[in-house]
């Protein structure tokens, strides 16, 4: 329990410093690169390394964030950007890419990494898989319960670090691509548009389904989990975490000074004292309020109430008394560490001046690598005064006179013989030489050498021979029992066999699968199981009702879509099930695509969708899968649009959501896994893009049917086999996208 940390964002600088004047155990930060808030006044190297150093000063530990997708032609920035930062003593990197979390452990292998919310882990499957790669602590998915949350403290033996307080996202984290296909602008490359905190209605048909001072159907509000602390300490959580590193520092500043105080509380009371002052909650609300506070998902999986419906509250009048106190105290106020001195000053003898920081466990609320730090500085010779003597004031007063530095003498002794004289300027010097050294001491407790860094010298990437297929492969990809009718249908018709056709898996609890599979089998070369998108507790209850059934298919490949499915498939159903990693198992460089083939073995991975064509081609893997068709989803969510609006009856449903410019967003409800997709208005189609798609040498071509019927199915599939397969220029489909693969991000 003594051990629980207070971490706090830091979009800045300034930030930095409220929330280690407020007093938080760890701050969380970004540098000028790589960075999933690339819009916060994230500091230039120099100024971060004060930052590192302030914190360091005072017991605070600082986690750099890396946590953005990088780039094949960014890779070679990494080495060099880590080793500053490591050599100034960071003491832990938060990371979202598998290729750059094994980069840190190859080349910085002393460095603690953080396994970043973006990699959205919601079980204990990836949590132990993470550990075994040498991630020391995890930051799940914010949408677990703390059901979930206790299982995984249970079984992963893994530092667990958890959002309690600010923003929430409408999507699972590292599943939202709707800022990105919208306006490329990628939230896993940090620089999220926000689309979902802008008016939405919902259509069922024809009907609209929410009220018109209603549309906010996106916003969540924010997360405020205070109330609920003692329960999310008994869960297994070792790290409260604050969003926020786009606030400004009074609002860090506010909040980690609440946060304090009842964590405090707690610690001091335990259960049966602790309770949450009705004033506080409202300076929190002073702080900033979209619309309300929610306790999250740790003991609801969604609901309306943890939604922002109506409009931000308009002329909200500022708490200017609490705001000038957060400025004065935190933001402007000066911390500083209380130090012990001892001076001897004796005639014909040097000065001796020992100063010492004791007691810094109980200073830093925590434990640190030394309790108690000395240093001593020694002066000139003490000669005897001719004229005017130095008294014991004038030395006192001198040497307490400790300014701009981080400290302040709580207790000083001062042992000095009568009728000398030491000049002022001395006292000065050997006082400024003692504090600097002091100052040093603290530091070299986190800084470090090269000793256990491995020199970077290039990537080497193991050679890939291109394969160069001479007829286009598909894999078609069927969310509906109609399409699949349709699929069949379609390749009778046209005398064809289709080379993969995967089934998403809760067509598989529907009675009138079993009489389509062995036509598939007929009509294809393999036959794959596509698994849900997130896979939690509903997911696996659903397997395991389901388990024998899908056994009894053989299906030939697995299509995962988060690591907890990797090792709950080959541990229930295969072991030596072969695995296709989908596009959201992101490889945007050669280094994750290596992690994931060589820890995995998997038979092929998934072009991410935010790549264009020349990204994917510097890739050089020519074994990988394209998606070719599609209704690409946009939002990935726990909550339901469905449930928010009109209520939830468990029944599986697609609606209409409308923007501000009444483009229309197909929203389908995945009921027996439990979320939502909000797919993209415009399905991506290649057709015309022959001769770039030959270039690359896709193993395969997806063809992803979401919500098409039995015609629309048909007739995508006629022009896919037209024009790739029988070379006939063929129309495109009205009203498409490109998606990135001309743009890509930035």
Known sequence: MNNIELLAPAGSYESLVAAVNAGTDAVYIGGKKFSARAYADNPDEDVLIKGIEYAHTFGVNVYMTINTLLKENEMGELFDYIKTYYHAGVDAVIVQDLGVFEFIRKHFPDLPIHASTQMTITGSYGAIFLKNQGASRIVPAREISLEEIRDIDKKSDIEIECFVHGA??????????????????????????????????????????????????????????????????????????????????RYTAGVVSIWRKYLDLYKERGRAGYKVDKADRKLLLDLFDRGGQTDGYYKEHNGRDMIAINEKPDNKQANAKYFEYLDKTFVEGKRQLPIFGSIKIKENT??????????????????????????????????????????????????????????????????????????????????????????????????????????????????????????????????????????????????????ELSIESELIGTPSFGKFFNNIKLYTGACNLYMPHIFREEAKKFFEKNLDLIMSYKFDNFIVRSLEEIFYIRENIDKDANIILDYNIYAYNKSTMNFYNEKFDVKRLTYPLELNLNEMRQLKDYGNEMIAYGKIPMMVSAQCLKKTTKGCDHKKEILIL?????????????????????????????????????????????????????????????????????????????????????????
């Not at 259509?203 to 996106?218: A, F, G, I, P, T």
């Open 168 to 249: 929430l996202c409408y999507s699972y984290s590292g599943q939202c691509l709707m800022s990105s296909m919208i306006g490329g602008r990628s939230g896993n490359r940090g620089r999220c548009a926000q689309t979902c905190r802008l008016p939405y209605d919902v259509y069922d048909d024809e009907k609209k389904l929410n009220k018109s001072d209603e549309r906010n159907l996106l916003s969540c509000k924010d997360l405020c989990s205070l109330d609920i602390l003692p329960d999310i300490i008994d869960a297994g959580i070792d790290s409260l975490k604050i969003e926020g590193r786009m606030k400004a520092p």
């Open 350 to 499: 040097p000065i001796v001046f020992e100063v010492s920081a004791n007691d810094l466990k109980e200073v830093y609320r925590r434990d640190c690598k030394d309790n108690h730090i000395a240093v001593e500085v020694n002066g000139d010779l003490v000669q005897q005064a001719k004229t005017k003597a130095i008294c014991y004031e004038d030395v006192d007063k001198q040497l307490k006179k400790t300014g701009n530095t981080f400290f302040y003498f709580e207790n000083l002794n001062v042992d000095m013989d009568d009728n000398i004289f030491v000049p002022l300027k001395a006292l000065n010097e050997i006082r400024r030489e003692a504090l600097e050294k002091l100052s040093l001491e603290i530091l070299k407790r986190y800084t470090r050498d090269d000793s256990n860094v491995r020199e970077y010298e290039g990537f080497i990437y193991p050679s890939i021979n291109r394969k160069n297929n001479e007829k286009i492969k598909f894999n078609i990809l069927c969310e509906s029992i109609e399409q699949i009718e349709a699929t069949i249908d379609f390749a009778k018709n046209e005398n064809i066999i289709f080379d």
């Open 658 to 746: 409308k923007d501000r410019k009444n483009i229309e967003m197909q929203v389908k409800t995945h009921c027996d896994f439990c979320y939502n997709t909000i797919l993209n208005s415009k399905p991506l189609s290649i057709i015309g893009m022959e001769k770039d798609i030959k270039k690359l040498d896709p193993a395969i071509l997806r063809i992803w049917f979401t919500t098409e019927d039995y015609k629309e199915t048909k007739v995508i599939l006629k022009k896919y086999i037209d024009d790739f397969w029988k070379g006939i220029d063929v129309s495109n489909i009205s009203d498409f996208t490109r998606g990135h693969l001309k743009r890509g991000i930035e």
